[in-house]
């Protein structure tokens, strides 16, 4: 059993920057990849970006090449999500989940945070 939870949401403006974190506890948790996911109103939830469970292999939506970047700190129990020239159309609620399997297929994720509020707005 896993507990997600994420942070570092909030309101910035179009060309802003933020990083959101996912706090992870649980028995053998880095044996795990984890994806960000993100879904706005109206709209499926989407895959984001996600990491292997040793960090060595990454993979983007093409929304977010270029401009985020996953990493992870296991000692921390900690992954990253650095977003960087955000956009309005970044708005979402950002979630982060895990699974044996890195995927940005959201079915392929076993265990979820509970989400926190990305607003991009001028």
């Known amino acids: 059993q896993l507990q997600l939870v994420e942070s570092g949401g909030g309101l910035v403006q179009p060309g802003g920057s933020l990083r959101l974190s996912c706090k992870v506890s649980?028995?053998?948790?880095?044996?795990?990849?984890i994806g960000w996911f993100r879904q706005a109103p109206g709209k499926e939830r989407e895959g984001v970006s996600c990491?292997?469970?040793?960090?060595?292999?990454?993979n983007y939506a093409d929304s977010a090449k270029g401009r985020f970047t996953i990493s992870r700190d296991n000692p921390k129990n900690t992954v990253y999500l650095q977003m960087n020239s955000l956009k309005p159309d970044d708005t979402a609620v950002y979630y982060c989940a895990a699974a044996f399997h890195s995927s940005l297929q959201a079915e392929s994720y076993e265990y979820w945070g509970k989400g926190t509020q990305v607003t991009v707005s001028s």
């Open positions: 990491v292997s469970s040793s960090g060595d292999r990454t």
């Open positions: 649980g028995i053998a948790w880095d044996y795990y990849s």
